[in-house]
């Protein structure tokens, strides 16, 4: 089903990425589908979702990494581009959390011990933890906040 199918003219659009290149075009097409709304109103939120690989790469995911850093690039350039439009874009960039993509490691144990060892919080992410930064990014209270990622990782990403 294509972009133009949706009414996505809304004060907010949050677009997850893929691992097959989709995620990039995915998030611009989204992007390009709901910013006349947005730049109407004089206030909108792009959240895109990322992951900690937008940042620091893993051994064996060369493309998923480079969509991912590629993502945050492109929420960059967004945030340029459309910032005097009252338009903010942001990347929420989750550490581990419990997901098909995962669901490998949250099978073999040592795997699952292996991540939990190597976040300093010392867990997995539960899907609730990322309420509080969505609900930020999207609201008013972020309106200085554009063109970063907010890293929702346990602190994997600051080691």
């Known amino acids: 089903m294509g972009v133009n199918r ?35 109103r004089r206030f909108g939120r792009i959240i895109n ?9 893993h051994l064996g995911l060369a493309g998923y990494t ?5 993502l945050l690039g ?9 910032a005097a439009s009252g ?14 993509m ?6 073999d144990p ?6 939990i060892d190597r976040t300093p919080l010392r867990r997995w992410g539960q899907p609730d933890d990322l309420d509080g930064p969505i609900v930020f990014l999207a609201s008013p209270a972020s309106g200085f906040v554009t063109g970063t990622a907010l890293y929702v990782d346990g602190g994997w990403t600051a080691q």
């Open 102 to 107: 995962t669901r490998p490691v949250v099978d």
């Open 6 to 40: 949706f009414r996505l003219d809304g004060l907010c659009a949050l677009v997850t990425g893929g691992s097959k290149g989709l995620g990039k075009a995915m998030a611009l097409h989204c992007a390009q589908a709901v910013v006349p709304g947005m730049a109407k």
């Open 66 to 70: 480079a969509s991912k850093h590629g």
């Open 110 to 115: 040592a795997g699952y011990q292996s991540v």
């Open 87 to 100: 338009i903010t874009a942001n990347c929420l960039c989750p550490g581990f959390f419990a997901t098909a």
């Open 49 to 57: 979702v990322g992951s900690i690989l937008a940042s620091v790469a």
């Open 74 to 82: 492109l929420t960059r350039t967004m945030a340029l581009e459309w």
